[in-house]
């Protein structure tokens, strides 16, 4: 026997009895089989490792996504349009979102035939935000592509006792927490969301640089257009001025009309420029007749005075040149005779700058 | 007491101490040891960081029973299953060597019974004679093999293979991280996960275990012997086996100490039973008389003998028989015919009782029994998976749970289903398709899984879809802000988006919410918008299998996947 | 047996003087076996009755009147007070650098605040915390860009830290969120170490002051011996905090039920910065996620940024990267900053802060 034998004790832990064995002869055939078959366990351990040491890598590596779209960089925060420095110190401002005809409604849904007829081009807004505060100012910036068409959308805007100031270049106005203002084919709309000092404070720093701006309102007269500065001769100031672009006064005919109002109650003035002294007549003889729809002539002279039959204001147009000047809704007839005369004179010469008109 | 013999002392037969060392049951205890460690060690690296290339379900593919029911069932043989080529072939020439040699379970239970044993020798002869319950694991075997004809794969319920890499997974190894000290977290089967891995009824797997290795000590290797049809298939190959332990009549003086640790209850000490034999050699390490051998012996020798054993004038070819008992082999299993047409009839019937139920039918299938991505057809997913949980062992997220009786029955116990309160499935991963050794859950390329590529025309694979439950939504039924939802929603565009409304609250505060929905053509059904909600025990949104895309019965919306689901 | 010694024969006298002996040896035997018993019985009953009855604040007690006494206690643990930042830096807090070279871009951002020797000496050990979230390539700009975590990784090297840690306890799975984001094999080839999560490293932090995660389970064991903390953010738009930057990095940290975090998020994320005080932060603006966060998924949703950031101010930092980076100038910062800058934690308004900016190749 290989040992000697143990001596049995069931109280050992665990078998007690566990390598006895009772053969008595050994054969090295054993031996050299079992170290074949140790090799053949070396052999699939190697080839296990073998083939752990080469993963696959398609299962580890993650897909990298195909961009479906080209990546689109959003609107930059460059200026664009807006003046250098708009931002007031302590404000910031965001991303400059923009709006051409097309999409214009995005913006203002149901509003923007308004603009459009004042041939509306492209809206960029922007929002600015305090960094102290909640309060933000939105500016929205309406390209109009003349700079009648903004004076007029902006006079359109204008509500009951609002005060103009006539800035160079263009009108402006601070009603409460927002300012409106125009320059050149520019007109600015700057909505407070507040009306504290800060907001107003940051109100006329955006309007000085608008009106100082150096080329950021662009666009043909930097200065107004004629209708304002004749109109501002005989006493009637930019920001009382309207202009409109078609069907003024709800005459069909009356087409790139200018009018300004003197004094609260007092007479209209108006003028627009035909295309030659012959339509300019045919243009005044239509006022005439429109006028005399709703009221009687007064006097015999031509062009004669219409006299309304409901509010019994005076009213009248008349071609001098290639233009139609005119005067209605004037209370008394003796200084709207003279307005007329003074406006007469006061008009340009044949060539003037709005040839193009 | 005598000194005790030095280990390089001579034999009493006069052979070197290194011929007494190197005998054969040393080198099956060393093939045993290693197989069982190579075993432990390829589930141990079914996981992300050591899976490489590793082969981790070896063992599985070895499984003969796996490879010829799956091939009943599907009548193909998927990737690496014609490995089990290899234990064929080994069990054709040498007899049921897997079992002694190789099966991880066999040496488990070897081993308890080897460590816990208290019985004398005559009480361990007893322990190890054949018994007529010994049969039983060939009805099993019957039962399951009629059962996977029909396309009802049941063997991994008692597969040992698939029961040890069960019970392995969802119960000893979770139990070994739980111990394990934070400085050792690199050992623990799940490293990198911040929480600890949880199975769903891993009391039933791991105590099965637990009660397999009890059995041993009344019944040693009480599995292998009364229920393995594993082992019960190999045994019915074993009968053509070249080799086998012969026993010359001619040296056994029927002193029965070859019974003493006969693993396979095969009696050796009689006609040795072919079908219950598992070579393990300890029959030859006790025989005193050298009357053991390991011998190709096709023939019986009961034939050539001479004279009579009574009188004890017995000789074969010239030698005076000693032993008594001049059979020296059964080749079969010890199963009547009557035995085996009863055992088919009992598959046959077993096949619509289980069968007729809710899991593969259009209607009434189970909402939560949500199979992991590229899993195929339900029906075809039963007919492929063996419960083993390699899936659920690789799976990084612990979503993989085995399935319970309420979600799946019988038929489904234990295969994969998604519980996303534990887990989600994690977007660019693709591991359980690797690992499945049956293609239950078919490989599957990243590419295939996302829909792009040459899949973009097929889209994703989707798991299942996500629905809200707006009477628990944080923002929906509680004005609480929340869409936690939306944060981690992994496609993109995302599947969830929301409604933003502003509203007063009940004290007056101003509370703008987003209100979450679902886009059904994006949501792939990951889950992770249930494992991420606030709400966890019963989650505001949660995935059900409707919208599954391995199943067109079970799809949810008419517009294809993939139109609709582009960036506009 | 007392008794027969009792009747013995007078006369028998030797025998009975030697029965003597031996009832006397029986006696005391008999005696000792008693008291022996009796002592354990008595001690046992002393020791039992001691340990139920006695008052708790005695030593081992096991009084609990209440139950109030058996209730866990986890221990709760505490980040060095003034957390890791420097006091007094004397430099710019904001350095800016833009450009491609990521290697030069990250030194030059850190020369902007006065140089990584400035925070980085030779006894320190290093935790880097880079943004991890998600199981993405790094090219998706949802994770911290590797080159980056390698540079800064070099970098602090270079100054002789005694060891870098680098850790995240990411969202999704940790071991792909590491490798397939390249962050596991940018630190390891840099020279780092990787501390990965698992359940036994989160430990209580206790972080006085803070609104919701006053005491909060936090990734402690990366911290255990620390004694500098980096913190690395890509810029990220995020779906609920409009975006996730050095701030919102923190969150990688916390354990328990971050899920809860979005009921208030700009709180979390205020309270993120009031618990952890970095050493300085890298803003990682190589990559800007500037839609679809902060799980993105798409190329298209990100952009070049070609810019780092190292601030001492992560506040600032964030300001910086969303005025410019994510290209939000203008739109009100989301709520986390204001209430964190009410927490004097930082300031948003970066643009009041000395800054250096560089631009490099």
Request: aromatic fraction near 8%.
């Given at each position: 026997m290989a040992r000697a034998p143990k001596r049995y004790n069931?109280?050992?832990?665990?078998?007690?009895?566990?390598f006895r064995h009772y053969r008595r002869a050994y054969s090295h055939a054993e031996l050299r089989w079992g170290l074949s078959i140790l090799l053949g366990l070396i052999a699939i351990l190697s080839w296990v490792l073998y083939r752990g040491a080469r993963p696959d890598p398609a299962l580890f590596a993650a897909l990298t996504p195909m961009?479906?779209?080209?990546?689109k960089i959003p609107t930059?925060?460059?200026n664009g349009v807006f003046p250098k420095d708009l931002t007031p110190p302590g404000w910031r401002a965001g991303v400059i979102t923009s709006f051409d005809t097309k999409d214009v409604y995005k913006k203002i849904n149901g509003r923007e035939s308004y603009y459009k007829s004042f041939g509306f081009q492209r809206l960029d807004c922007v929002r600015l935000s305090q960094r102290s505060s909640s309060a933000t100012i939105d500016l929205e910036l309406f390209d109009q592509e003349q700079p009648q068409n903004a004076l007029g959308a902006y006079a359109g805007e204008r509500g009951e006792g609002q005060v103009d100031r006539v800035t160079p270049g263009g009108v402006a106005r601070v009603v409460r927490n927002a300012l409106y203002l125009v320059r050149g084919r520019y007109y600015l709309r700057a909505v407070g969301s507040d009306e504290s000092a800060a907001t107003l404070t940051a109100l006329k720093h955006i309007e000085a640089r608008f009106v100082g701006?150096?080329?950021?309102?662009?666009?043909?007269?930097?200065?107004?257009?004629w209708g304002y500065t004749l109109l501002a001769k005989v006493g009637i100031g930019a920001g009382a001025v309207t202009y409109e672009r078609?069907?003024?006064?709800?005459?069909?005919?009356?087409?790139d009309v200018y009018a300004g109002r003197l004094g609260k109650d007092g007479p209209q003035l108006f003028v627009m420029a035909a295309a030659s002294p012959e339509a300019a007549k045919t243009l005044a003889a239509q006022f005439h007749k429109s006028f005399s729809s709703y009221g009687d002539a007064v006097g015999?002279?031509?062009?004669g005075w219409v006299k309304d039959h409901f509010i019994g204001a005076f009213s009248t147009a008349s071609a001098i040149k290639r233009f139609v000047v005119g005067v209605r809704?004037?209370?008394?007839?003796a200084p709207a005779q003279k307005l007329l005369v003074q406006l007469e004179q006061a008009l340009p010469a044949e060539n003037t700058d709005d040839e193009d008109m | 007491m005598r000194d005790k013999p030095s280990f390089f002392q001579k034999s009493s037969d006069g052979s070197p101490w290194f011929v007494r060392a190197g005998r054969i049951t040393h080198w099956r205890v060393i093939s045993q040891a290693f197989f069982f460690g190579l075993f432990i060690f390829l589930l141990w690296t079914t996981w992300f960081s050591r899976?490489?290339?590793?082969?981790?379900?070896l063992f599985l593919e070895l499984d003969p029973l796996v490879a010829i029911a799956t091939a009943l069932s599907t009548h193909t043989l998927y990737?690496?299953?014609?490995?089990a080529i290899w234990v064929l072939a080994l069990t054709l020439l040498l007899g049921r060597v897997f079992c002694g040699w190789i099966c991880p379970l066999g040496t488990l239970q070897q081993f308890t019974s080897w460590l816990f044993n208290i019985r004398k020798n005559n009480a361990r002869f007893d322990a190890n004679r054949y018994r007529p319950i010994f049969r039983l694991k060939t009805i099993i075997l019957v039962v399951l093999l009629v059962l996977a004809a029909f396309?009802?794969?049941?063997?991994g319920l008692l597969d040992p293979i698939c029961l040890l890499t069960r019970s392995i997974v969802t119960a000893a190894q979770p139990a070994m991280d739980s111990a394990l000290p934070s400085s050792l977290s690199?050992?623990?089967?799940?490293?990198?996960?911040p929480e600890q891995r949880v199975f769903d009824g891993a009391w039933f797997t791991g105590g099965l275990l637990v009660t397999i290795l009890g059995l041993t000590l009344l019944i040693p290797r009480f599995f292998c012997r009364v229920l393995c049809p594993l082992g019960a298939l190999l045994g019915v190959l074993s009968r053509?086996?070249?080799?086998r332990i012969e026993r010359d009549v001619t040296q056994?003086?029927?002193?029965?100490?070859?019974?003493?640790?006969?693993?396979?209850?095969?009696d050796p000490h009689d006609a040795l039973r072919k079908s219950e034999c598992?070579?393990?050699?300890n029959c030859i390490d006790d025989c005193p008389e050298s009357a053991l051998t390991f011998a190709r012996a096709p023939l019986p020798i009961k034939d050539q003998i001479e004279g009579s054993l009574r009188q004890g004038t017995a000789t074969l070819f010239g030698k005076k028989v000693?032993?008594?008992?001049p059979e020296t082999e059964i080749k079969?299993?010890?199963?009547?015919r009557r035995r085996w047409v009863l055992a088919g009839a009992l598959g046959v019937m077993a096949f619509p009782f289980i069968r007729?139920?809710?899991?593969?039918?259009?209607?009434?299938?189970?909402?939560?029994?949500i199979r992991p991505?590229?899993?195929?057809q339900e029906s075809e997913f039963l007919k492929r998976c063996?419960?083993?949980?390699q899936c659920i062992n690789v799976c990084?997220?612990?979503?993989?749970q085995p399935a319970t009786f309420k979600q799946a029955g019988i038929e489904g116990l234990w295969t994969p289903t998604m519980n996303f309160r534990v887990g989600f499935c994690q977007y660019n991963c693709t591991l359980c398709s690797e690992v499945c050794p049956t293609g239950?859950?078919?490989?599957?390329s990243l590419e295939r899984k996302l829909g792009r590529g040459e899949y973009k025309k097929e889209g994703p694979i989707r798991l299942g879809t996500a629905f809200y439950d707006r009477g628990r939504c944080l923002p929906w039924a509680m004005e609480t802000p929340c869409v936690v939802c939306e944060e981690v929603c992994p496609v993109s565009p995302k599947a969830i988006g929301g409604v933003t409304e502003t509203i007063t609250r009940h004290d007056g505060k101003t509370v703008t919410l987003k209100k979450p929905v679902i886009r059904p053509e994006l949501?792939?059904?990951?889950?992770i918008c249930e494992r991420e909600?606030?709400?966890?025990?019963?989650?505001a949104v949660y995935v059900t299998a409707?919208?599954?895309?391995?199943d067109k019965e079970r799809s949810?919306?008419?517009?294809?996947h993939k139109k609709r689901g582009e960036r506009p | 047996m007392t008794k027969t010694c009792d009747r013995q024969?007078?006369?028998?006298d030797a025998q009975r003087d030697a029965q003597d002996v031996s009832c006397d040896a029986q006696r005391q035997k008999e005696r000792r076996a008693f008291l022996k018993q009796l002592g354990i019985i008595s001690g046992v009953a002393i020791g039992a009755g001691y340990a139920a009855?006695?008052?708790?604040?005695?030593?081992?007690s096991l009084r609990d009147p209440d139950g109030e006494r058996g209730k866990p206690r986890p221990k709760v643990h505490h980040l060095p007070?003034?957390?890791y930042a420097l006091k007094d830096?004397?430099?710019?807090?904001l350095g800016i650098a833009h450009g491609k070279n990521i290697d030069a871009l990250v030194r030059g951002a850190i020369d902007g605040i006065g140089g990584i020797k400035r925070y980085v000496t030779s006894d320190d050990v290093v935790v880097i915390k880079p943004?991890?979230?998600?199981?993405?390539?790094?090219v998706l700009g949802t994770t911290t860009n590797p080159e980056v975590l390698a540079a800064l990784i070099r970098l602090v090297k270079e100054a002789g830290a005694k060891e870098i840690r680098v850790t995240d306890n990411p969202i999704e799975s940790p071991e792909s969120c590491f490798e397939r984001s390249g962050i596991r094999t940018a630190a390891l080839k840099a020279g780092a170490r990787i501390i990965l999560p698992s359940p036994a490293d989160f430990e209580l932090l206790a972080t006085p002051g803070?609104?919701?995660?006053?005491?909060w389970p936090f990734f402690w064991r990366p911290f255990v011996g620390a004694t500098k903390v980096i913190g690395v953010a890509p810029v990220k738009d995020h779906n609920l905090c409009r975006a996730s930057m050095t701030t919102k990095n923190?969150?990688?940290?916390l354990g328990g039920r971050?899920?809860?975090?979005?009921?208030d998020i700009h709180g979390i994320i205020s309270d993120l910065a009031l618990m952890l005080r970095p050493t300085f932060v890298l803003?990682?603006?190589?990559?800007?996620?500037?839609?679809?966060?902060?799980?993105?998924?798409?190329?298209?949703d990100v952009r070049a940024g070609n810019t780092i950031v190292a601030s001492t101010d992560s506040l600032a930092a964030d300001a910086f990267g969303w005025d410019e980076?994510?290209?939000?100038?203008?739109?009100?910062?989301?709520?986390y900053f204001q209430q964190a800058a009410a927490r004097k934690l930082?300031?948003?308004?970066?643009?009041?802060a000395r800054v250096k900016r560089v631009r490099l190749g």
């Open positions: 069931p109280d050992q832990l665990f078998n007690p009895d566990g961009a479906r779209n080209p990546p930059s925060t460059a701006a150096k080329g950021a309102a662009k666009g043909p007269g930097q200065t107004l257009p078609e069907n003024a006064f709800s005459f069909e005919f009356a087409k015999k002279q031509a062009p809704a004037a209370p008394k007839l | 899976l490489g290339g590793y082969p981790v379900s990737r690496w299953l014609w490995r396309g009802m794969l049941q063997i690199w050992l623990s089967s799940a490293p990198g996960a053509f086996s070249l080799w056994c003086t029927d002193c029965d100490l070859c019974l003493r640790a006969c693993e396979g209850a095969s598992f070579v393990c050699f000693l032993s008594k008992r079969g299993p010890d199963l009547p007729l139920s809710n899991a593969v039918t259009k209607r009434g299938y189970n909402k939560k029994a991505p590229g899993s195929v063996i419960k083993c949980e990084p997220t612990n979503v993989l239950a859950i078919q490989k599957t949501c792939i059904g990951c889950g909600c606030p709400v966890t025990d019963e989650p409707v919208g599954e895309s391995r949810l919306l008419l517009t294809s | 024969d007078a006369q028998r009855l006695a008052p708790p604040s005695w030593p081992l007070a003034g957390g830096i004397g430099t710019a807090p943004n991890v979230a998600f199981d993405r390539p790094a803070a609104t919701h995660i006053g005491t923190w969150y990688g940290l971050r899920n809860q975090f979005h009921q803003l990682d603006g190589s990559r800007v996620l500037f839609r679809s966060g902060p799980t993105g998924g798409n190329l298209s980076l994510l290209g939000r100038k203008g739109e009100q910062l989301p709520g930082g300031n948003p308004t970066w643009q009041e």
